[in-house]
């Protein structure tokens, strides 16, 4: 590894555990359970990692805290921060997907109602993909649960991530339409790739064959 010690931003949750391995095998010893803690040095003394909720992966490296993060492309899709994506990771796979209750029959072509509503954690991307169809709708902001909106009654239907489809099932719900597909990227402060470009585009290629 190029000795020039490295800042990376990693978020909680489903995509810390690949993220640490992938790490681990380009090279970087970083440990698989964090517990609490927020701010970690590497086994090796080499790298300092912040994890951080993903929402706010890229405002650590924009604001250049962070030289370069990994975060779902799902996270870059809602957000404003000025990052420069350089890779796909290839692994954290999953759909962003318009979803309704089956018995909605949305799926086999019914129409939706005159003004459509739809519970969405993506906000920007449910937006942007129903005004390209010129379907009127309203945007509910949930932050949790989000298939429960339907069966409840204040929603037609969802704009979410779906990796296996159990979810919806279980509440006897079906994809209508796949807006995207999102997996985990590395992104960099642009300013940052510059003055450490030997170190980062080493970690890069490493993570590649790892």
Not at 27 to 45: A, E, T, Y
Not at 47 to 59: C, I, K, M, Y
Not at 154 to 179: C, F, K, N, Q, S
């Amino acid at each position: 590894m190029n000795g020039e010690r490295l800042v990376i931003a990693l978020p909680k949750g489903a995509l810390y555990g690949e993220s640490a391995a992938r790490l681990c095998r380009a090279g970087i010893p970083v440990p698989q359970d964090v517990g609490r803690r927020l701010q970690v040095r590497s086994d090796d003394g080499r790298a300092e990692l912040l994890v951080l909720r993903s929402a706010d992966v890229p405002a650590y490296v924009e604001f250049g805290a962070a030289d370069c993060g990994i975060v779902g492309k799902d996270t870059l899709w809602e957000t404003d921060r000025s990052v420069s994506e350089l890779a796909d990771l290839g692994f954290g796979a999953c759909r962003l997907v318009v979803a309704a209750r089956r018995s909605d029959g949305y799926h086999e072509g019914a129409r939706y109602p005159t003004f459509l509503r739809v519970a969405t954690k993506f906000k920007r991307s449910a937006q942007a993909y129903f005004s390209e169809r010129d379907v009127p709708c309203e945007i509910i902001a949930l932050h949790g649960s989000v298939e429960l909106a339907p069966l409840a009654g204040i929603a037609d239907a969802i704009v979410d991530l779906v990796a296996t489809g159990r979810t919806l099932a279980a509440h006897d719900m079906v994809v209508v339409d796949e807006i995207a597909r999102s997996s985990a990227r590395f992104v960099v402060n642009p300013v940052r790739f510059r003055a450490k470009y030997d170190a980062l585009v080493s970690l890069l290629e490493r993570l590649h064959d790892a």
